[in-house]
């Protein structure tokens, strides 16, 4: 197999660093280049031939679809893949004359996004890339986190710890807390002092459940789903999972906030069914 051109584009620097490292391992065959913006998507599309773009839908100045069009104009023969937090079936239904290749929905994992990547390489002389709400089907062994569970078992027997796991490997942080709405410790992994954890945990429970009459306030509906705290050393992102659960990390201030956000907030979604 000859090399093959990739192109991400997403207006988030922080999502496009993350699939750009991610996607470098699957090794030299693959070559990948970024866009933070329509401009500088379109000046490298005019530049070079790529096998295959993967562009968000909804950025400034244009959207994905824009550039869709302009690529089916300069290069028919690439593969382009929209991604999009708003759902795909109304896209759709505007899009079909534009040939899209394939959607994926946000919050999607690298797996997913390895996958397409993959495919795209054979598809070029074979067929086009499946176009699911997805992007693929989900894989029965598949926990929504970009991993295999422990002994191919099904989402709803993988464990809570696993789940953690996973997250605090893929975001890289120091430690992942989950916390029921007492301010309980219920699961936590990583580098944390056993000596503080129940005293962290009640503190984390306070502070995010306290600004509720806050978020009445503001005329929200719900209270808040997410909540940043900021330090010289450690940050800490809480995410409610179920209105039981809370999901606290604690990262290095150099990792990218948007990356922890992205994968907490999917590890929230694939552990509301497991905790009832």
């Known amino acids: 197999m000859g090399q093959k051109h990739i192109l991400i584009v997403d207006d988030d620097n922080s999502i496009l660093r993350m699939l750009e490292f991610g996607l470098k391992k699957l090794g030299p065959n693959y070559h990948i280049s970024t866009a933070e913006n329509m401009t500088s998507a379109m000046r490298q599309i005019e530049e070079i031939q790529f096998d295959l773009i993967i562009t968000d839908y909804m950025?400034?100045?244009?959207?994905?679809?824009?550039?869709?069009?302009?690529?089916?104009?300069?290069?028919?023969?690439?593969?382009?893949?929209?991604?999009?937090?708003?759902g795909t079936n109304k896209l759709r239904d505007t899009t079909d004359n534009l040939h899209i290749d394939g959607?994926?929905?946000?919050?999607?994992?690298?797996?997913?996004?390895?996958?397409?990547?993959?495919?795209?390489?054979?598809?070029?002389?074979?067929?086009?890339?499946?176009?699911?709400?997805?992007?693929?089907?989900?894989?029965?062994?598949?926990?929504?986190?970009?991993?295999?569970?422990?002994?191919?078992?099904?989402?709803?027997?993988?464990s809570v710890a696993e789940h953690l796991h996973q997250l605090q490997i893929?975001?890289?942080?120091?430690?992942?807390?989950?916390?029921?709405?007492?301010?309980?410790?219920?699961?936590?992994?990583?580098?944390?002092?056993?000596?503080?954890?129940?005293?962290?945990?009640?503190?984390?429970?306070?502070?995010?459940?306290?600004p509720a009459k806050l978020a009445h306030l503001l005329d929200n509906k719900k209270p808040f789903?997410?909540?940043?705290?900021?330090?010289?050393?450690?940050?800490?992102?809480?995410?409610?999972?179920?209105?039981?659960?809370?999901l606290a990390v604690v990262f290095d201030v150099k990792l990218r906030p948007g990356v922890v956000w992205f994968y907490t907030k999917q590890t929230a979604s694939a552990l509301e069914p497991l905790i009832v």
């Open 103 to 158: 959607y994926l929905n946000k919050p999607f994992t690298m797996d997913q996004i390895r996958d397409i990547v993959r495919q795209s390489a054979l598809s070029i002389v074979e067929a086009p890339i499946s176009q699911s709400d997805g992007a693929y089907p989900p894989d029965e062994t598949d926990d929504g986190l970009g991993s295999t569970p422990v002994d191919d078992k099904p989402p709803d027997y993988v």
């Open 59 to 86: 950025m400034p100045g244009m959207t994905g679809v824009d550039l869709v069009r302009a690529v089916r104009r300069l290069s028919p023969a690439t593969q382009v893949v929209l991604m999009t937090a708003y």
């Open 170 to 210: 893929n975001a890289g942080s120091r430690a992942v807390m989950l916390i029921n709405n007492q301010g309980m410790s219920v699961q936590v992994v990583g580098e944390i002092t056993p000596s503080k954890i129940s005293q962290i945990c009640e503190l984390v429970a306070s502070n995010h459940y306290g």
């Open 225 to 246: 789903k997410a909540s940043f705290y900021e330090g010289d050393s450690y940050n800490l992102y809480v995410c409610d999972v179920n209105g039981k659960c809370l």
